[in-house]
């Protein structure tokens, strides 16, 4: 499961620790487990993209759990927003439209 954030301009440093911080009040049992924070641009260092995180979690939390957890996110100080990502559609190969 990912979440994705983007922290505030003056806090980019301290992204994963925000992020890290706030599993463990949420999530204990997750934060033992392997979550990984990563910049989704990790390339940039100016501009809107370069702000946005995403956090991996382990897969078996529950909906209640990640709800939480996205909850606690959004209400940070230093995060501007967090979101679960869209879900892709698949691709086809229909011309006909």
């Known amino acids: ?9 003056n806090r980019v440093k301290e992204a ?8 463990e009040q949420v999530l204990p049992a997750a934060a033992a487990q392997e ?3 990563e910049q989704v641009f990790p390339g940039l260092t100016k501009g809107q993209r370069a702000r946005l995180f995403s956090i991996n979690l382990p ?5 209640d759990e990640l709800s939480q957890l996205v909850k606690r996110l959004r209400e940070e100080d230093g995060i ?4 679960f990502p869209a879900a892709r559609k698949p691709m086809t190969n229909d011309v006909s439209k």
């Open 59 to 63: 897969v078996q939390l529950s909906d």
């Open 1 to 9: 499961m990912q979440i994705i954030y983007k922290v505030k301009e």
């Open 80 to 83: 501007e927003y967090a979101e």
């Open 35 to 37: 979550v990984s924070v």
């Open 16 to 23: 994963e620790e925000i992020a890290l911080k706030n599993i």
